[in-house]
């Protein structure tokens, strides 16, 4: 019994110890498997625990350390000050006046010098009236080189081609080629900065006075100096019958400058300050003044011989297409200086003519009594005295 006794004891010990192992060994087993499961699954977070930090850590700003600095901002847009034209102003005033003074002188000069060289030639063909005969013509070509003959005789065709023009074709022949030589300065890449500059009409610019003069000389384009010019031969005769040469450039170089000055006062009003360029102002005073003192004349489009219309509906019509268009903004031209140009030449045509150079009579007085030989000053009995000289101014 006592064998028994122990021998079921050392069982129940044994199968007491044999279930506390396998329980013990049914929860090791579960907490390894969670063991390693962590290990495979802690790796993963350290790759990642930077970001894990930057989303757990607070920000700078937060935990009262400097943040970084704000993206910069664009600052607005400073405002553009309107220029101020009263220098231009004045510069068109003073201008225009020193065209017409200038104009009179001039033609003073011109009759004057026509005078002169008209009796040198009369006293010259008296003297050689019968001196010298055919027969020394003759002699006198045959001594001549061959070059010289050619060279003679291209200067005697050249001769009979100026003759032939008109009086106002030969005025402005000098206008054409002074353009035909600042659209070539425009071709010279050293001299760009200088041309626009000097040369392009912007009330921005720091230089406004001086371009106002020069842009009415200045063509970039081709297609655009050749348009202009032809307009300003075809009206050249007309213009110069009328007003006489000297008059003609005082009307076309103070029309340049009014029509620039327009287009100044328009770019300011609008805030539009772009540059321009061209003759296209004083060459419509030229066409307004033709126009509206000769309204019934013909006028035709080159390309189109057969369309004919009268010079007042030509007037009216491009002085509409040039309100319009500065009125709805059209970019393709300066319809402002366009405008200015053609109201100049109605303006001059009506009222100038006569408030201006009609009155010139006192300038020019006064230039005799100081290009007269042994001109003084004013008497003290009276007006300036002029002593000798030739005939007055008439």
């Given at each position: 019994?006592?064998?028994?006794?122990?021998?079921?004891?050392w069982?129940?010990?044994?199968f007491?110890?044999?279930?506390?192992?396998?329980?013990?060994?049914?929860?090791?087993?579960?907490?390894?498997q969670?063991?390693?499961?962590?290990?495979?699954?802690?790796?993963?977070?350290?790759?990642?625990?930077?970001?894990?930090?930057?989303?757990?850590?607070p920000?700078?700003?937060?935990?009262?350390?400097?943040?970084?600095?704000?993206?910069?901002?664009?600052?607005?847009?400073?405002?553009?000050?309107?220029?101020?034209?009263?220098?231009?102003?004045?510069?068109?005033?003073?201008?225009?006046?020193?065209?017409?003074?200038?104009?009179?002188?001039?033609?003073?000069?011109?009759?004057?010098?026509?005078?002169?060289?008209?009796?040198?030639?009369?006293?010259?063909?008296?003297l050689?009236?019968?001196?010298?005969?055919?027969?020394?013509?003759?002699?006198?070509?045959?001594?001549l080189?061959?070059?010289?003959?050619?060279?003679?005789?291209l200067?005697?065709?050249?001769?009979?081609?100026?003759?032939?023009?008109?009086?106002?074709?030969?005025?402005?022949?000098?206008?054409?080629?002074?353009?035909?030589?600042?659209?070539?300065?425009?071709?010279?890449?050293?001299?760009?900065?200088?041309?626009?500059?000097?040369?392009?009409?912007?009330?921005?610019?720091?230089?406004?006075?001086?371009?106002?003069?020069?842009?009415?000389?200045?063509?970039?384009?081709?297609?655009?100096?050749?348009?202009?010019?032809?307009?300003?031969?075809?009206?050249?005769?007309?213009?110069?019958?009328?007003?006489?040469?000297?008059?003609?450039?005082?009307?076309?170089?103070?029309?340049?400058?009014?029509?620039?000055?327009?287009?100044?006062?328009?770019?300011?009003?609008?805030?539009?300050?772009?540059?321009?360029?061209?003759?296209?102002?004083?060459?419509?005073?030229?066409?307004?003044?033709?126009?509206?003192?000769?309204?019934?004349?013909?006028?035709?489009?080159?390309?189109?011989?057969?369309v004919?219309?009268?010079?007042?509906?030509?007037?009216?019509?491009?002085?509409?297409?040039?309100?319009?268009?500065?009125?709805?903004?059209?970019?393709?031209?300066?319809?402002?200086?366009?405008?200015?140009?053609?109201?100049?030449?109605?303006?001059?045509?009506?009222?100038?003519?006569?408030?201006?150079?009609?009155?010139?009579?006192?300038?020019?007085?006064?230039?005799?009594?100081?290009?007269?030989?042994?001109?003084?000053?004013?008497?003290?009995?009276?007006g300036?005295?002029?002593?000798?000289?030739?005939?007055?101014?008439?």
């Amino acid at each position: 019994m006592a064998w028994r006794g122990c021998l079921m004891k050392w069982t129940k010990t044994e199968f007491i110890r044999t279930s506390n192992t396998a329980s013990r060994s049914s929860r090791l087993s579960p907490h390894n498997q969670q063991r390693c499961g962590f290990r495979r699954e802690a790796k993963r977070p350290d790759t990642k625990k930077g970001n894990v930090t930057q989303e757990t850590n607070p920000s700078p700003s937060e935990a009262g350390a400097p943040g970084p600095p704000p993206p910069p901002t664009l600052p607005p847009p400073p405002k553009v000050p309107r220029p101020k034209l009263f220098k231009p102003l004045m510069f068109t005033v003073g201008f225009t006046g020193c065209s017409f003074g200038a104009a009179a002188i001039l033609q003073y000069e011109s009759l004057k010098s026509r005078v002169q060289s008209a009796k040198e030639e009369e006293e010259a063909e008296k003297l050689l009236e019968g001196s010298q005969d055919m027969a020394y013509w003759h002699d006198w070509w045959n001594q001549l080189s061959g070059f010289q003959r050619q060279l003679i005789l291209l200067m005697s065709m050249v001769d009979d081609f100026w003759s032939s023009l008109t009086e106002g074709q030969r005025t402005v022949t000098g206008i054409i080629a002074a353009n035909a030589v600042v659209l070539c300065c425009w071709r010279i890449p050293s001299m760009q900065r200088g041309m626009i500059k000097y040369f392009t009409s912007n009330p921005a610019s720091k230089t406004r006075c001086l371009p106002m003069v020069l842009s009415s000389f200045s063509h970039y384009s081709i297609i655009h100096m050749v348009a202009n010019m032809y307009v300003l031969w075809t009206f050249s005769s007309g213009i110069v019958s009328l007003f006489g040469k000297e008059q003609f450039l005082a009307v076309y170089m103070s029309a340049g400058v009014i029509s620039t000055m327009v287009s100044y006062m328009c770019k300011t009003a609008t805030g539009r300050l772009y540059p321009s360029l061209g003759a296209s102002g004083a060459v419509m005073a030229v066409l307004a003044a033709v126009c509206a003192k000769v309204p019934e004349a013909k006028l035709g489009i080159i390309f189109l011989p057969m369309v004919t219309f009268t010079a007042g509906n030509a007037l009216k019509a491009l002085i509409a297409i040039d309100t319009a268009g500065l009125m709805l903004g059209w970019r393709l031209f300066d319809h402002a200086a366009h405008l200015g140009g053609a109201l100049f030449g109605i303006w001059y045509v009506a009222y100038g003519h006569k408030l201006i150079w009609r009155k010139r009579e006192p300038l020019v007085k006064l230039w005799h009594d100081m290009r007269s030989p042994g001109a003084g000053g004013s008497r003290p009995g009276g007006g300036p005295g002029v002593s000798g000289g030739g005939p007055g101014p008439q």
